[in-house]
């Protein structure tokens, strides 16, 4: 299985970064969405419309982007080689992935409050929860690229 891991490991990589990419694109997205859906009296034509568009995001790209990212992740660390469990970064990064899915998590339950017309937060909260991805992004490049510690 490690001789599969190695010969793979320059695909898996590069599934792994598509993946993260894809990941990222609804996480900074999706709570735009939400922006603009605030504008919007429940069960109007725009506000009926934006419910379409947050849930195709968070159904067919947010979701499956995670779950491959989680999925060539795993593969990477299960690399020989590949990780060294005594530096730090790699810790640092694990918990900001982690603070990702709960971003995720809370956006999708976020969507489920936009999609029963229950909706009781600001624009300027999503604007503000927007942020949370972007932050969690440049930790988790630094973590990786320049491995500080």
């Not at 034509?45 to 067919?60: I, N, P």
């Not at 339950?109 to 909706?119: G, I, M, P, S």
Request: glycine content about 4%.
């Amino acid at each position: 299985m490690s001789d599969l891991l190695i010969t793979l490991y320059p695909w898996t990589k590069s599934l792994h970064i598509v993946s993260v990419i894809s990941w990222m694109a609804g996480l900074l997205y999706l709570p735009r969405l939400f922006v603009y859906h605030c504008a919007w009296a429940a069960g109007s034509d725009t506000s009926e419309q934006f419910k379409v568009m947050e849930r195709r995001l968070l159904r067919y790209i947010m979701n499956p982007a995670m779950i491959a990212t989680y999925l060539f992740g795993a593969m990477l660390v299960f690399t020989p080689g590949v990780i060294d469990w005594s530096q730090g970064w790699f810790h640092a990064k694990l918990a900001l992935v982690v603070g990702l899915t709960v971003a995720h998590h809370v956006f999708a339950a976020r969507y489920k409050e936009f999609a029963a017309d229950r909706n009781s937060r600001p624009a300027r909260y999503y604007r503000v929860a927007n942020e949370v991805p972007t932050l969690a992004m440049i930790g988790i490049v630094v973590m990786v690229v320049v491995r500080p510690f």
